[in-house]
C-alpha cells in the first residue's frame, strides 16, 4: 500500500526537477518544515509510532525461526506421542504463534495511529503553506508576473506542494522505517551468522544495483512513450479546437493521417519497453531466486556442519529479505527526496519574494487619505522592468482636473495602457513624478490608490462565477439592489435578463460566452458600483458593431458623470468632447488641445489619424 502510493507520487512528479541534497538545501527545507511546527505533537507520536513499528517487525522473523526451530527440534527427537504433543503443544508452539499474532495485532494498531497522524499533520501544514504562499503570490508586484509564466506559477502551488506533501506523508516515513530495518537487519543477521551474512552481502548488492539502474532505464522509456501519448494528443486539441479552419480548408484526412502518424511511434516505443520489460521481469525472478538458493545452499551446508540450527537459517532467510527490500527501496526514495528539496527550493523562492504593502484586513471603504480627483503626471519616464532597454514612456507630462475628460490617443505601443498601470502603481516610474491633488502618489496608500481610482480595461476578464458575483466584483458588499441598478446604467440589465437564469448566469471559462461588448458593459458596471473618484477607460481595440458601440458609448457617460476620467480611445470620434486629448506618440506627448485646437494643426498626428479613420469608415460604408 505505502510503496503503491509512493509510485504513483512518483510518477505525477517524474517531471520535476531534482535538487542537490546538502546542508544549504537542508537548511532551506529546515524553514518550510516549521511550518509543521503547531503540529509537532502529533507528528512525534507519529514519529514514534512509526519507530516503534519497525522495530517490531523484527519480531517476526525472529519468532518464525522460532517457531520452525520448534518443528525441527521435535523432528530430530523423533514424534510425539499424542499426550507428549498436547504437553508441547499449549506451552511452546501456541505462546509463540500467539505472540506472533499479538506482535501482528500491535503493529497494526502502530501503522493506523502512524499514518493517521502523519496525514492529518502533512495536510494541516501544507494547507498552511500554500495558503501563505497563495496570499504572498497575489500581492507580489505586477513586475514578478510579466517575468514568469502563470503555469510555471501554478504548478508551485500544486505540483510542487503536492511533492513535499508526499515526502511528508510517505517519503519521509518510508526512508526512516527502511533505515531502521536495514540497519537493524543486518545487525541482526550478523548476530545469527556471520559468515552467511558476509556470503549474502557479497551477492546481494550487486542485484539490487543491476534491478535499481535497469528500473531507471525501463521508467525513461515508458516516459517517453508517455511524452509521445501526449504529443498525439496535442494534436486532437488543437484540431478539436480549431475544428471550423480544419473543415473550411476539407483537411480532415490531413489531420487523420497527422494523428495515426504520432500514434504509431507511441506503439513503437512502448513495444521497445515491453521487450526491455520482459528482459527486466525474467531476470529478477531467475537472480532473486539465484540468491535464495545461494543463500539457502550455503546456510545449508553450515546447518550440516553444526554451525548453525535450521531455526537459525530460516530467521536468516527472512530476515533477508528484508534487507533486500531496503535496499532496493533507497534509490527511490532518495530520488523522492531530491525533488522534494527541489519543490521547497521553488516554493521559498516564492516566500522569500517581496510583496507590495497591500492592507489585506482592512475594509474596503476605510479609506484612509481621500482622492478629490486631480492628477498630474510630470516629466514621467518608464521602462518595464523586465525590458529596461527600451523606455516606454519618455518624458510624460499631462494633466486632469477634478471633473474633466481627459483623452489619451495615439498609435498602437505609443504607451497609453502603461500610463493606467502607472496610475494605478502598478509599476514605479523611473524619473518624474505622478500626482493626486497635487500630493506625490507615493503619500498615498497603495491601498488607497486603487481603492478610489477605478479601470474599465482594455481585455475585460470575467472570474469563473454569476453575472451577479462579477458586478460585485467592483465592491463585495454592494446589494443586490445596487447591483442591478449599476447593471441598468451600464445598459447591461436588459441583455443579463435576457438570459434564462438572469443575474445567476454562469460565465467565464465553464459558463456561457459573453460578446466583447456585453463584457465592457459588466465591467462599466463594475466600475459604478465602485464609484470611483477618477476613471481610467481602456477602450478595447476590437471595434464593436455600431449597435453595441452606442451601448456601451452611453453605458461609458454614465459612468463619466461627476468624477475625473481618463480616456484611452482608439476610436477618435468617442472623444471629441473631451475636454482635453492628448496625443502619445512613442512615449512622448506630441500634441495636447481638444478637437477643435487639434484639428487646426495640419501637419499634426491627431488631424492625420482622424482623417484616416474617417476615410475607413467610408469605404466601409460604401
Ligand atoms: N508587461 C510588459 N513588459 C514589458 N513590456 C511591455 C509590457 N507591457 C507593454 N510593454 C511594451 O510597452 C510598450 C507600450 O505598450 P502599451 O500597452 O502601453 O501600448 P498601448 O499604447 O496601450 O498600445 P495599444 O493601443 O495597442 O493598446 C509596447 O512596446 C509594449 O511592447
Ligand atoms: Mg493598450
Request: net charge neutral; with cysteine; aromatic share 8%.
Amino acid at each position: 500500500m505505502a510503496r503503491a502510493r509512493l509510485n504513483s507520487g512518483n510518477a505525477q512528479a517524474e517531471e520535476l526537477p531534482k535538487a542537490k541534497i546538502n546542508k544549504d538545501s537542508i537548511k532551506q527545507v529546515m524553514r518550510l518544515l516549521s511550518y509543521l511546527k503547531p503540529y509537532r505533537k502529533k507528528f512525534f507520536l507519529g514519529l514514534l509510532c512509526l519507530i516503534f513499528s519497525s522495530t517490531s517487525s523484527f519480531l517476526f522473523p525472529l519468532l518464525m525461526g522460532r517457531l520452525i526451530g520448534i518443528g525441527a527440534q521435535a523432528e530430530q527427537e523423533g514424534r510425539m506421542v499424542p499426550n507428549e504433543i498436547l504437553d508441547i503443544f499449549p506451552t511452546e508452539i501456541n505462546t509463540v504463534a500467539l505472540t506472533l499474532l499479538c506482535v501482528l495485532f500491535i503493529q497494526a494498531i502502530f501503522s493506523y495511529f502512524r499514518i493517521n497522524w502523519f496525514v492529518e499533520v502533512a495536510e494541516k501544514g501544507l494547507a498552511d503553506i500554500r495558503r501563505d504562499t497563495y496570499h504572498k503570490l497575489i500581492t507580489l508586484p505586477m513586475n514578478f508576473f510579466s517575468q514568469r509564466r502563470v503555469g510555471e506559477l501554478n504548478s508551485r502551488l500544486s505540483a510542487d506542494l503536492s511533492q513535499i506533501q508526499d515526502a511528508i506523508t510517505t517519503t519521509l516515513a518510508e526512508m526512516i522505517r527502511q533505515i531502521i530495518i536495514f540497519t537493524g537487519g543486518i545487525t541482526f543477521l550478523i548476530l545469527v551468522s556471520g559468515k552467511l551474512t558476509f556470503m549474502l552481502l557479497a551477492v546481494l548488492p550487486i542485484l539490487v544495483l543491476v534491478a535499481v539502474t535497469f528500473g531507471k532505464f525501463i521508467r525513461k522509456i515508458s516516459r517517453q512513450a508517455q511524452d509521445k501519448l501526449a504529443e498525439s494528443n496535442t494534436v486532437v486539441e488543437e484540431t478539436l479546437q480549431g475544428i471550423s479552419n480544419v473543415k473550411a480548408f476539407v483537411n480532415e484526412s490531413y489531420e487523420v493521417e497527422r494523428y495515426n502518424k504520432s500514434i504509431r511511434e507511441v506503439v513503437k516505443i512502448a513495444l521497445r519497453g515491453a521487450k526491455f520489460r520482459g528482459i527486466f521481469a525474467s531476470f529478477i525472478v531467475f537472480c532473486l531466486f539465484g540468491v535464495i538458493v545461494s543463500v539457502v545452499w550455503y546456510g545449508s551446508y553450515l546447518v550440516q556442519i553444526g554451525e548453525i540450527s535450521i531455526a537459525s537459517m530460516f530467521t536468516f532467510i527472512l530476515l533477508s529479505t528484508f534487507v533486500g527490500a531496503a535496499m532496493g527501496s533507497f534509490p527511490e526514495l532518495y530520488a523522492t527526496m531530491q525533488k522534494a528539496v527541489g519543490a521547497s527550493e521553488r516554493v521559498l523562492e516564492i516566500l522569500a519574494e517581496e510583496n507590495e504593502p497591500i492592507a489585506m484586513d482592512e475594509k474596503k471603504n476605510g479609506i484612509k487619505k481621500i482622492i478629490r480627483g486631480n492628477l498630474e503626471f510630470k516629466n514621467v519616464v518608464f521602462s518595464y522592468p523586465s525590458r529596461k532597454e527600451i523606455t516606454v514612456l519618455n518624458g510624460v507630462s499631462f494633466d486632469a482636473k477634478m471633473g474633466e475628460k481627459v483623452a489619451i490617443i495615439g498609435p498602437s505601443g505609443a504607451g497609453k495602457s502603461t500610463i493606467a498601470g502607472l496610475i494605478l502603481r502598478f509599476y514605479e516610474p523611473e524619473s518624474g513624478s505622478i500626482l493626486f491633488d497635487g500630493t506625490s502618489s507615493n503619500d498615498f496608500s497603495l491601498t488607497d490608490i486603487r481603492n478610489q481610482v477605478a479601470i474599465v480595461p482594455q481585455d475585460v476578464l470575467l472570474f469563473g462565477g454569476t453575472i451577479r458575483e462579477n458586478i460585485a466584483y467592483g465592491r463585495l458588499t454592494a446589494s443586490e439592489e445596487e447591483i442591478q441598478i449599476a447593471a441598468k446604467r451600464a445598459n447591461a440589465h436588459e441583455f443579463i435578463l435576457s438570459f434564462p437564469e438572469g443575474y445567476d448566469t454562469l460565465v467565464g471559462e465553464r459558463g456561457v460566452k459573453l460578446s466583447g461588448g456585453q463584457r465592457q458593459r459588466i465591467a462599466i458596471a463594475r466600475a459604478l458600483l465602485k464609484d470611483p473618484a477618477l476613471l481610467i477607460l481602456d477602450e478595447a481595440t476590437s471595434s464593436l458593431d455600431s449597435e453595441s458601440e452606442r451601448l456601451v458609448q452611453e453605458a461609458l457617460e454614465e459612468l463619466m458623470k461627476n468624477r475625473t476620467s481618463v480616456i484611452i480611445a482608439h476610436r477618435l470620434s468617442t472623444i471629441r468632447e473631451a475636454d482635453r486629448i492628448i496625443v502619445l506618440d512613442k512615449g512622448k506627448v506630441v500634441e495636447s488641445g481638444n478637437h477643435i485646437e487639434l484639428m487646426k494643426n495640419e501637419n499634426g498626428l491627431y488631424r492625420y489619424l482622424s482623417q484616416l479613420q474617417l476615410e475607413n469608415q467610408e469605404t466601409e460604408l460604401n
